[in-house]
């Protein structure tokens, strides 16, 4: 592989991880909301699955970690990148919001 290739394969990964995590965390933000659907439902107290409900709240925080620590790594290879001397290397989405914390993926509708 050219220095190209290896620069776009690496890019493609850190794309596909920092995707892969925010993929995780909406993944299991629906497992809480079902997990507390299902409990009113079956008309359950709050007491009932407290205790599992609070280790995926868990998993979600370790999870927004997870995306701060791919986003440091995204700044860094950035760095790492014009240090180097490659020049301005992009993939995905070329018009990133004004706001990084404006999601630039297409919102999705609501589960019925």
Request: net charge negative; hydrophobic share 45%.
């Amino acid at each position: 592989m050219d220095r190209t290739e290896v620069i776009a394969s690496v890019a493609g990964d850190l794309l596909a991880t920092e995707m892969a995590v925010d993929a995780a965390i909406a993944r299991a933000t629906t497992l809480v909301q079902a997990m507390i659907g299902a409990r009113s439902a079956l008309s359950l107290s709050p007491v009932a699955g407290a205790e599992s409900q609070t280790k995926a709240m868990e998993a979600i925080a370790a999870l927004a970690v997870a995306r701060e620590a791919m986003v440091a790594c995204h700044t860094e290879l950035n760095k790492d990148h014009r240090r180097l001397g490659y020049g301005t290397y992009a993939i995905g989405p070329i018009n990133k919001p004004e706001n990084p914390d404006e999601p630039w993926w297409p919102k999705r509708q609501a589960a019925a």
